[in-house]
């Protein structure tokens, strides 16, 4: 039974990456040009306050500074490198090198979660990273340096704020609501200033535009960060991690059908070791314990055998 909970939990929670591969098609078909603070707060302002108020509960004393930590890590400074890399960064390499998140995840949940560093995890990360690879290289000549550095730098924001989340966890009097609504606040506000210092307004907003925020806001942000830290709580964390790995498989099949772009052979094996992957680093089901006695070999007296313990009436009889 708990396996097959498990099962489901990952499924669920699988979504939430799979709705983040949606990112790449979004930044470079609706959202303005080049405005990666503004895409990134108008992703989790909005929708962080609206669960603040749905659930009525701000932090109480250390949740304060953990929410801020947790909000920059999963969300401010993780979606802003993230939408730098998809404006920066052609074919789909953001999402090659923010593949190696899973293998920052097996060392952090190793020094700070007590989890132990399984061979088939490190057998997980070597896959997951080579099937991206097939999935996404295009291989393009020249890449952009700060795009590169924005890639690797949100795959280490989201592999401390998975580690982090797990290790804290959140009061037992909170919900998930409130909790996911303290960190889209946190990262939103932490971004506020330097996109309106850094980033100028556009000089309109067309229907596209529009359609591109709104969708960020509600499944792109406030219901996949609800999956996604209910997955936490309910999985170790190097399983979550590479859950992530969901979400090149998106970007690639989203470009192929609204892009136009070809899905080669080795793009659909790329898929496939990607999967393996992911399937690779969930947790296995308990093996069942044999509760029955040892059977004797034949032919062994009935004096070998102990004697049954005394029930309470025979000790009293």
């Given at each position: 039974?708990?396996n ?6 990952a499924?669920?929670t699988?979504?939430a ?17 080049d405005?990666?603070l ?5 992703r ?6 609206v ?17 801020l ?6 969300i ?9 890399a ?9 999402a090659m ?25 490190a057998?997980a ?15 393009t000549?020249?890449l952009?340096?700060v795009?590169?550095l924005a ?16 290790r804290?966890g ?9 909790f996911?609504?303290?960190q889209?606040?946190a990262?939103?506000?932490?971004l506020l200033?330097f ?10 907003l ?17 219901l996949s ?35 136009e ?16 992957a992911v ?7 308990p093996r ?25 009436q025979?000790?009293?009889?």
């Amino acid at each position: 039974m708990k396996n097959r909970q498990n099962v489901l939990t990952a499924a669920l929670t699988g979504l939430a990456p799979a709705v983040w591969g949606s990112t790449y098609v979004v930044a470079t078909e609706l959202l303005p040009p080049d405005r990666p603070l503004l895409a990134t707060t108008m992703r989790a302002l909005p929708g962080g306050v609206v669960l603040l108020a749905l659930g009525r509960r701000l932090p109480a004393g250390i949740w304060w500074w953990r929410a801020l930590v947790l909000g920059v890590l999963n969300i401010g400074a993780f979606n802003f490198l993230l939408f730098v890399a998809a404006y920066r960064l052609p074919g789909g390499i953001a999402a090659m090198i923010m593949s190696a998140q899973p293998m920052f995840v097996v060392i952090l949940a190793a020094l700070f979660l007590n989890e132990r560093i399984r061979l088939v995890h490190a057998l997980a990360c070597l896959m997951g990273a080579g099937g991206v690879v097939l999935l996404v290289f295009q291989g393009t000549g020249s890449l952009d340096t700060v795009g590169l550095l924005a890639a690797v730098g949100g795959a280490l924001c989201m592999a401390s704020g998975i580690t982090l989340t797990k290790r804290w966890g959140r009061p037992r009097s909170v919900g998930l609501l409130p909790f996911t609504g303290w960190q889209l606040t946190a990262g939103g506000l932490v971004l506020l200033p330097f996109w309106l210092s850094l980033e100028d307004l556009p000089d309109g907003l067309t229907a596209s535009n529009v359609i591109g925020f709104a969708y960020l806001m509600t499944l792109g942000a406030v219901l996949s960060y609800i999956v996604w830290f209910r997955g936490i709580e309910r999985l170790p964390a190097v399983a979550v991690s590479f859950l992530a790995l969901g979400s090149p498989i998106v970007a690639a099949l989203l470009g192929y059908l609204i892009k136009e772009q070809t899905l080669s052979a080795l793009q659909i094996v790329g898929m496939a070791v990607i999967f393996l992957a992911v399937v690779l680093g969930q947790p296995r089901p308990p093996r069942p314990k044999n509760d029955q006695a040892p059977s004797a070999p034949p032919g062994t007296p009935l004096s070998h055998f102990p004697d049954p313990p005394l029930l309470e009436q025979d000790r009293s009889g």
